[in-house]
C-alpha cells in the first residue's frame, strides 16, 4: 500500500532526527533510559493526537476517523525506528522495513511468520533483528507482516468508536492511544535489549579457553 509507504518513509527520517537530538541532549545515559524518555515523548504526542483527531471525527466522522488510523501509524513506526536508532540497529532499506514490521505487529509476528513459511520463534525474530535472512524470505516475509500490522490496528475499530461519544470522546482518546503507544514501546524496548544482552554475551560464550602453559622442568643429564 502506497500510503503506508510513505508514512513508514517519513517516520523513519523523523526518528533519526529525534534520536540524534535526544543524545545530544542527554549524552552520558544509556541506551534503556534514552529508550524510556522516547517511549514517554512518544506516548505524550499520541495521545494529544489522539484527542484532536477524536474532536475532529465528532464534526467530519469521514475525516477524523482514517486521520486517527493514519496518525498511529505513524507514531508507531517512528517510535520503533527511534528505538532501532537508539540500539544503533540499521533502519535502512528492505532489512530496515523488515524490522519494523517484525517488531510492529508484535503479537501477530507467530502466524505471520508461519504463514510466510517460517519457522516462528525468538531464533526468528533475532534474526530479523540483525539482518541476517536472505533477501528472498525478506520479499515473502514482508507482505505477511504488513497483513499481521493490519489485522492488529483493525481490532482497535471499537475503541474508536467509543472516542466518538460526545463530552468524553476527546480525553478517552488521549487516555487510549497514550497507553496503547507507551504498551508498543515498552515491548519494543524489551525484545531490543534482550537482543543487545545476548549479543553482548556472544563474545565471551564463544572465545576459547585460555589454558596455562605449565613450564616442564628438564630432565636431568645422565
Given at each position: 500500500m502506497e500510503w503506508v509507504d510513505q508514512v513508514v518513509e517519513r517516520a523513519r527520517d523523523r526518528a533519526r532526527f529525534r534520536v540524534a537530538a535526544l543524545r545530544a541532549t542527554h549524552p552520558g545515559e544509556d541506551q534503556v533510559a534514552l529508550g524510556r524518555r522516547?517511549?514517554?515523548?512518544?506516548?505524550?504526542?499520541?495521545g494529544l493526537s489522539g484527542a484532536a483527531t477524536g474532536t475532529l471525527a465528532l464534526i467530519a466522522f469521514p475525516i477524523g476517523l482514517p486521520a486517527?488510523?493514519?496518525v498511529s501509524l505513524y507514531l508507531e513506526a517512528e517510535l520503533i525506528f527511534g528505538l532501532l536508532e537508539v540500539y544503533e540497529s540499521d533502519t535502512a532499506g528492505e532489512q530496515g522495513r523488515l524490522k519494523l514490521y517484525a517488531l510492529w505487529a508484535g503479537a501477530g509476528f507467530a502466524g505471520?511468520?508461519?504463514?510466510?513459511?517460517?519457522?516462528?520463534g525468538a531464533r526468528v525474530i533475532g534474526r530479523v533483528l540483525e539482518g541476517s535472512l536472505p533477501v528472498r524470505i525478506i520479499r515473502r516475509l514482508s507482505p505477511a507482516l504488513l497483513k499481521a500490522i493490519l489485522r492488529r490496528l483493525g481490532l482497535g475499530?471499537?475503541?474508536r468508536a467509543v472516542k466518538l461519544w460526545p463530552i468524553i470522546g476527546a480525553p478517552i482518546?488521549?487516555?487510549l492511544d497514550r497507553a496503547a503507544l507507551r504498551t508498543l514501546g515498552e515491548a519494543t524496548l524489551a525484545t531490543l535489549d534482550d537482543d543487545a544482552r545476548k549479543r553482548r554475551r556472544q563474545p565471551a560464550e564463544?572465545?576459547?579457553k585460555r589454558y596455562r602453559r605449565v613450564k616442564l622442568a628438564a630432565a636431568p643429564a645422565r
Open positions: 522516547l517511549i514517554g515523548s512518544s506516548a505524550l504526542r499520541a486517527g488510523v493514519a505471520a511468520a508461519r504463514s510466510a513459511g517460517l519457522r516462528a475499530w471499537l475503541p482518546s488521549f487516555l564463544g572465545r576459547p
